[in-house]
């Protein structure tokens, strides 16, 4: 008796730990292959394929983290996508070849399907939020001892100077118009814009599209300022020619 409940207890341990072990296996195969066709689309070594995960997994930017791409390639999409189409594509398997006719054999399929897809997710998450810690524990080494105005200074450079400039000869409130002759509605001059916008407020307002009269000038990498600047103007700050800030007197 006691022999036949230890078999019985030991069967039902080997099928729950099955779908387990089986989706091990489908992740090893699956990472191979993704590896292998990574470096075939690439280019690259084996090596050169990881590396670029631990990199790449997360880039932190203006948009907080962006997801950088290798020879123009998504390889992060790209990770999503084959997981996705290998899926589908094993779902479309167990469909046509098991329903119907061996349904305890298709639900193990689907389960051992399922398990991989939720690994892999979980996976993924997992080492894109390490690679945000690492890019975290980096920042804070460098940053650490320094002022908040220093980090500024360091992080939005020229443009939160010229803000700081603004704000220290300016009195009042005014509107102001930003002027430039770069093209501003894509990077990187539309994220200088911003931080010039946000740091020069509320002094300065900018960007507003009203009736209410602007009287204060933004410069910003403009060829030939003076054909900006009237008698009627006077400047309240120059840097290098680049960033410029005048006011009506």
């Known amino acids: 008796m006691f ?12 099928n ?4 387990y072990l089986k989706t091990l296996l489908c992740f090893i195969l699956y990472s191979l292959f993704y590896i292998f066709i990574l470096k075939t689309i690439l280019d690259i070594p084996y090596v050169s394929v990881i590396d670029a995960h631990k990199e790449r997994l997360c880039t932190p930017n203006s948009d907080l983290f962006t997801l950088e791409n290798i020879k123009d390639f998504h390889i992060y999409s790209f990770t999503y ?11 479309i398997f167990v469909i046509i070849n098991y329903i119907g006719k061996n349904f305890s054999t298709a639900r193990s399929i689907k389960r051992t399907i399922l398990l991989f897809m939720f690994f892999c997710f979980f996976l993924l998450t997992f ?3 390490f690679s945000r810690y690492n890019v975290f524990k980096n920042d804070r080494a460098v940053t650490k001892g320094l002022s908040e105005n220093e980090k500024k200074h360091m ?7 010229f803000a700081m400039r603004v704000k220290d000869k ?16 894509e990077d990187p001059c539309i994220i200088n814009y911003r931080i010039i916008k946000y740091f020069i407020y ?45 006011i009506r007197k």
Do not use: W
């Open 202 to 246: 509320p002094k300065v307002t900018m960007g507003f599209d009203n009736k209410t009269k602007k009287d204060v000038n933004v410069l910003f990498f403009v060829n030939d300022p003076q054909k900006f600047i009237t008698d009627k103007d006077e400047i309240l700050v120059n840097m290098d020619n680049k960033y410029i800030l005048t």
């Open 3 to 14: 022999n036949k409940t230890r078999k019985l207890i030991q069967k039902a341990t080997n």
């Open 81 to 91: 996508f084959l997981m996705v189409l290998i899926v589908t594509g094993l779902y």
């Open 16 to 19: 729950d730990t099955l779908p």
């Open 155 to 161: 992080l939005f450079r020229a443009e939160y100077e």
């Open 127 to 129: 080492l894109q939020q």
């Open 170 to 185: 300016i009195s009042g409130r005014h509107q102001a118009e930003f002027l430039t002759d770069l093209k501003c509605d």
